[in-house]
């Protein structure tokens, strides 16, 4: 089933999204704009964590990932390893390294071709562009469990092209860019996932300074990241329903042959009973903005920080829904032709929004108004590998384009892993923001 809970996660500014971009691997999305990729959700999984495990399948633990730099000479393709992962019982230490090579290959060339006969002073001077800090990145990850429920996790990074060290928090909006907020503080409460049923979430959050593009040169920075106290409460009702659904039996699990009989369980629990099913959610949210931009966020041109012209209420209210079909063909067992999935999800991210388009279709926010439709095709390749596509259709006409067109996708490749029953190692690439990386899933669909 498509994951329902973006439509309230969307609301908050701690939904994680997939990103090289960050060490970390992930970057938060922007809130109150239209509902990412299902494919573009980050791992439940620490990065660092997903690395020691990673690491046993790569060449000498080194995984690499692809993402455009601030500096175009360092080139997208980095590769990332974990130097040091120290622990106790509850408690470890981690140092991840990322080194960018494509700029050091460059001058070592360029030394080399430049030179009239290949001595030692040569190969000394193209030495030392291994000393360029440039090309390396490091960050630190510590956790500390104070109870089975409880935990205490700080970590920070240096990227090698940046000149200053610093802690801002990393967004992503709906276009593919980046913006970095020098001061993000979040304190939230939600209800725990389900299938079905009310849920809530409630949050205070605080933005401090201007937010800066991070790989962009000019644009409008989104409003919900500009200064400013936020209090914030959203509320959902969630129901799912089976059209039919083939049950797992013990004949599945049991494989009788000649030489006997073994157990053959699905490459993922979540993808072992064939179904058709539909599901939807729908909810709204509350807010109260406090602070010098709650009434109006002028824009500002002071050292070129790109800020916006957008309105911001300080008080708002809103309203949100999803409506999903799933048909699921397989059980994920055989080698062979065992998994068809598709789940078409239709979203409508702002009801004040659209109702303004159709009313009054020039005060409205075209960005919001506009419904989308997800789709996910999943299709076994060959035993537990699996070919997936997530992309994002805008139901309304854009400039040049009439009717639907596609706004995102996003291209994976899985391979399942039995042992941790619904757990998988993922490469994608998002051939609108130009990243791809490697990631372990666990207990996602």
């Known amino acids: 089933m498509a994951n329902l809970e973006s439509a309230i996660d969307s609301a908050f500014w701690d939904q994680s999204i997939s990103s090289p971009q960050t060490l970390d691997g992930s970057a938060k999305s922007v809130p109150g704009e239209p509902f990412p990729l299902d494919g573009a959700r980050a791992s439940k999984a620490l990065r660092i964590q997903q690395l020691s495990f990673l690491r046993n399948g790569f060449p000498l ?10 500096q175009k000479d360092l080139g ?3 590769l990332q390893t974990l130097l040091l992962r120290p622990s106790t019982s509850n408690w470890w230490f981690g140092l991840i390294g990322q080194f ?8 070592i060339k360029t030394e080399l071709q430049s030179a009239d006969e290949l001595e030692l002073p040569v190969f000394r001077d193209a030495a030392k562009h291994f000393l360029d800090k440039s090309l390396y990145s490091v960050a630190l990850a510590t956790q500390l469990s104070l109870s089975p429920s409880t935990s205490l996790l700080w970590s920070t990074e240096r990227q090698g092209e940046k000149k200053d060290a610093a802690w801002p928090e990393l967004f992503m909006d709906h276009k593919g860019k980046y913006w970095e907020v020098p001061e993000s503080i979040s304190l939230d409460m939600s209800s725990l996932p389900s299938d079905s049923g009310l849920q809530y979430h409630f949050g205070i959050h605080k933005n401090s300074g201007h937010p800066q593009a991070f790989n962009a040169l000019d644009g409008e920075a989104p409003s919900a990241l500009m200064p400013g106290l936020c209090a914030k409460a959203a509320f ?5 329903k089976d059209i039919w659904r083939q049950k797992e039996t013990k004949e599945d699990l049991i494989i009788k042959t000649d030489k006997g009989s073994y157990w053959r369980p699905s490459y993922d629990v979540r993808l072992r009973e064939p179904h058709a099913a539909i599901s939807g959610i729908i909810g709204g949210t509350c807010a ?15 050292d070129n920080i790109p800020t916006t012209n957008n309105k911001r209420s300080p008080l708002s209210a809103d ?9 699921q063909h397989g059980q994920f067992r055989k080698l062979y032709g065992d998994l068809t999935r598709v789940d078409a999800r239709l979203d409508l991210s702002s009801l004040s929004s659209f109702a303004k388009r159709i009313f009054q279709s020039s005060s409205a926010n075209k960005s919001l108004s506009s419904p989308r439709l997800n789709l996910i095709f999943q ?3 060959a035993g537990p590998i699996v070919f997936r596509v997530d992309s994002k259709l805008l139901l309304n006409s854009k400039a040049g384009k009439l009717g639907p067109h596609i706004e995102d996708v996003i291209y994976s490749l899985s391979y399942s892993l039995r042992l941790l029953r619904s757990g998988k190692v993922v490469a994608w690439y998002s051939p609108k923001r130009k990243e791809g990386m490697i990631e372990l899933r666990l207990f996602e669909f």
């Open 61 to 70: 633990g080194i995984i690499p990932s692809v993402s455009p730099p601030s």
């Open 379 to 381: 299709q076994q390749v």
């Open 100 to 107: 960018r090579p494509k700029k050091l290959i460059s001058a």
């Open 319 to 327: 309203f949100f829904g999803s409506a999903c079909y799933t048909f």
């Open 236 to 240: 959902s009702y969630q129901k799912r």
């Open 288 to 302: 109260a903005w406090f602070g010098k931009g709650s009434r109006n966020v002028e824009s500002q041109s002071e």
């Open 76 to 78: 997208s393709f980095s």
